[in-house]
């Protein structure tokens, strides 16, 4: 009688072993499915950002901000930013939430030492202001400690988040991906005009 070759034998192997592997499987509490949770909200964590300047700040301020509105809606992030995606219009309470959120924000940035000086942000603004020359070389020639003593750098993005149009920034979002985005640019642009405004009460 002649052995069977031995490759005969590997598909009883194989199912042998993909048995034993389901086996560990539902023995570990493989057999239920149940999908991941979104992270909570109200859970700080760190935020980070690859950029520096005004554009890294914002970054920062967005995140957490928009954390910090889904926490006082009660839901999670990603429901906040798909809730905003797929909606024409927006409720008084996501308005509201949007803008508190941000300016918890910013209370916590001071609070972990992470807001630059305002003196740091000046030649950024200026860059992109719309200026004559004679103004803008004075505003460049303001001593770091004088603008530091007259601008806070928390004081300036209160206002700059007060003064935004939060309605009109999320009127024009192009999909559920934008959300973030959207409002940096708008807090990011609205940091740089109110430190031109600022500044030039200075000279």
């Known amino acids: 009688m002649s052995t069977p070759p031995r490759w005969a034998a590997l598909p009883v192997g194989a199912l042998l072993l993909v048995t034993g592997v389901l086996g560990v499987q539902l023995t570990n509490g493989g057999g239920t499915y149940e999908p991941l949770r979104p992270a909570d909200a109200c859970v700080e964590r760190p935020v980070t950002s690859r950029a520096d300047g005004i554009e890294g700040l914002t970054e920062r301020l967005v995140l957490l901000g928009v954390n910090n509105a889904a926490c006082r809606l009660d839901v999670s992030r990603e429901a906040l930013t798909l809730q905003i995606a797929q909606s ?55 001593p770091d400690s004088a603008v530091n003593k007259a601008l806070k750098t928390d004081d300036v993005l209160d206002r700059a988040i007060a003064d935004l149009d ?13 959300l973030e985005q959207q409002i940096e640019a708008a807090v990011t642009q609205a940091v740089k005009d109110s430190l031109e405004a600022r500044l030039r009460s200075l000279v």
């Open 88 to 142: 024409d219009t927006r409720t008084d309470a996501e308005i509201d939430a949007l803008r508190q959120g941000l300016r918890s924000a910013v209370r916590q940035l001071k609070a972990d030492g992470t807001l630059p000086p305002a003196s740091e942000l000046v030649d950024e603004a200026l860059d992109t202001a719309d200026l004559n020359g004679l103004l803008e070389r004075a505003l460049r020639a303001i």
């Open 166 to 178: 939060l309605r009109t920034v999320l009127a024009n979002l192009d999909d559920q991906g934008s």
